[in-house]
């Protein structure tokens, strides 16, 4: 609880994904100190099931509530969503360098001609894109796409960054060797 008030507030994140029992301060704690000094969007993920702890919840400024079990599709579906209203952009279109990418419907295109890209290629595209200007290491890349941070053993980035940059362009995407990737606006 402490380690989580401590992280919330000190970075800024797109979104937060908070449960509620956690050990020293409960999440109810954790969403309170949030919500004092910070806007970012919070979605809880608890296993407390009753109507009047989502209810709780949300009065209490949480921006959604999902219950274990769930499903991960959908918890992705839902931290989208809260992303695009935080960002203020209902159609959420972003344009880069000639490549328009609809974070709604998920589809990207260039020139005006629609490209198709994978799950993985779409989702690393999506994460460099939301952070224009701002260097993406390999391993958060890695954790983004396989739920996992260790990617020392694996090419698999380089390998998709290497389909996206044949689809779209090779200027797109900028390698910083020895670093990571980064999209410019």
């Not at 509620?20 to 704690?29: H, Q, R, T, V």
């Not at 796409?145 to 053993?153: A, C, H, K, R, V």
């Not at 998709?160 to 090779?170: A, D, M, T």
């Amino acid at each position: 609880g402490k380690a989580a008030i401590f992280k919330a507030t000190a970075w800024d994140y797109d979104a937060v994904v908070l449960d509620l029992m956690l050990p020293i301060k409960s999440g109810w704690e954790v969403l309170d100190a949030l919500r004092k000094v910070k806007a970012t969007p919070v979605l809880i993920l608890s296993a407390r099931d009753q109507v009047c702890d989502r209810v709780r919840g949300l009065d209490g400024g949480a921006d959604d509530y999902v219950v274990k079990p769930f499903s991960l599709v959908e918890l992705v579906a839902r931290l989208r969503a809260l992303i695009r209203r935080a960002a203020g952009n209902a159609e959420s279109i972003l344009t880069v360098g000639g490549v328009t990418i609809n974070l709604s419907k998920r589809t990207v295109e260039k020139s005006g001609r629609p490209v198709v890209l994978t799950a993985r290629e779409y989702a690393i595209l999506e994460l460099l894109t939301l952070h224009r200007g701002k260097l993406i290491t390999r391993s958060v890349i890695y954790d983004h796409i396989f739920g996992e941070d260790d990617d020392s053993l694996s090419n698999l980035v380089d390998v998709h960054v290497s389909h996206i940059r044949k689809k779209l362009g090779s200027d797109l995407i900028e390698t910083r060797r020895g670093q990571g990737y980064i999209v410019n606006d």
